[in-house]
Each structure stands twice: as structure tokens, then as C-alpha cells.
């Protein structure tokens, strides 16, 4: 049987609309929640950061709910990824600041991994997230470097946000090894993830 051109169009089009809603709808599987252990070491970076920004580092949230993942909040944590991205250029800390672990907002449009993190938990701090459910996170890559991303906990799971790829991931789905991150109940700890060794960063005890 034939189909006249805009049958056909309106076909390509359905499909084509199926894909968009497809990348921008929420997993049907969940991440699953990681395991964290005690009280660890807060990172050097973090802890200068602290000290430059101390209205920062002793929040208490007062829900520790993760937070529910809609349609809604799986756009805007796709969009923030994408957008933070590839507004932030990639910078070490050395070439842009002269020294290393330098933690902060990448205002001047440049940056490193951590500042990558920064600027996303404080653009969905401000649209209305709970600091409980952002949390910076300190993992070793696949060769070994350090790395940081941020960690969103939803109710279906932990979703990482990465500088690395436009993708959200299932936490469990990066590859990453899981070292430490911000507990939820005080922005100003860190807690250990599973088994985690040693970190690459510098910490302070």
C-alpha cells in the first residue's frame, strides 16, 4: 500500500518526537541508593572553600528526603549538565588560579572538575533542591586519576552529574570508583563511600 508524502511526514515526525521524549523522560529502572560508611576526611579543596565561603559549610537541611524524581527533575538535571558544560571551559587549576585544589565557583568561565560541581549544586540549590540531595563526591577514574562530580539522591536512586559527558548516570553506571562525599544532615562533613581507599586528593584531617 502507498502512503501520500504527508502520511510519511507525519510518521518521521511521531518517531522523531518519540526519541526526543525518550532522552528527556526518566530511566523506567532505578540507580539504586550508594552505601556510605563514617565520618571521613574533608578534602583540601573543600576545606579552603569553607573557609572563603563559611555560610556555605554549616547548613543543616531540615528534609532529608531524597528528592522525587519526575519527568520534570530528569529535564532540569539533563539541561544543567549539558548547559553548565558547556558554559564552563576546561582549566586546571595551575594555568587558572597558579596554585592546585583551588575549590570555587567558575565565575570567570573557567575551571576544573570540582567547580564544575559547584556550579551545578548552586544553580539547583536555587531552583529549589535541598542541599541533602547534592552532594560533591570524590571518585578515582578508571587510570587512576582523581575525580569529582556531584551526586543528586533521588527516590529512585543516585544520579551523578559530570563534566566528563552530557549523559546523567546511574552512580553504579560511570565506571567510577566511589571514594567520599558531603553527608546529607551538614554541608560541612564528608562521609566515606563503601570500601573506598585512599583518596588521590588532598584531605585534611
Not at 29 to 47: C, E, K, N, R, V
Not at 68 to 78: A, E, F, I, V, Y
Not at 86 to 113: H, I, Q, R
Amino acid at each position: 500500500m502507498t502512503s501520500s508524502p504527508m502520511a510519511r511526514m507525519l510518521r518521521l515526525c511521531a518517531v522523531a518526537g518519540l526519541a526526543i521524549s525518550a532522552h528527556w523522560a526518566v530511566p523506567a529502572w532505578a540507580a539504586g541508593a550508594m552505601t556510605t560508611g563514617g565520618l571521613t576526611s574533608q578534602p583540601i579543596g573543600h576545606y579552603d572553600f569553607c573557609k572563603t565561603h563559611p555560610s556555605e559549610c554549616n547548613i543543616r537541611p531540615a528534609n532529608l528526603a531524597p528528592a522525587k524524581l519526575t519527568d520534570g527533575l530528569w529535564r532540569r538535571l539533563s539541561s544543567i549538565t549539558a548547559r553548565v558544560n558547556a558554559a564552563v571551559k576546561p582549566m586546571s587549576d595551575l594555568d587558572n588560579y597558579g596554585k592546585d585544589e583551588v575549590w570555587t565557583y567558575p565565575d570567570n568561565g573557567f575551571g576544573d572538575c570540582e567547580d564544575y560541581v559547584l556550579e551545578k549544586r548552586r544553580q539547583l540549590y536555587r531552583m529549589g533542591m535541598s542541599l541533602a540531595d547534592l552532594l560533591i563526591t570524590v571518585v578515582r577514574k578508571p587510570d587512576g586519576e582523581g575525580h569529582s562530580v556531584l551526586t543528586v539522591r533521588t527516590d529512585k536512586g543516585d544520579y551523578i552529574l559530570d563534566n566528563l559527558t552530557d549523559k546523567v548516570k546511574a552512580w553504579d553506571e560511570t565506571g567510577y570508583r566511589y571514594l567520599k562525599r558531603q553527608a546529607i544532615d551538614n554541608t560541612g562533613r564528608w562521609v566515606s563511600i563503601r570500601d573506598g581507599q585512599p583518596v588521590l586528593v588532598g584531605s585534611v584531617q
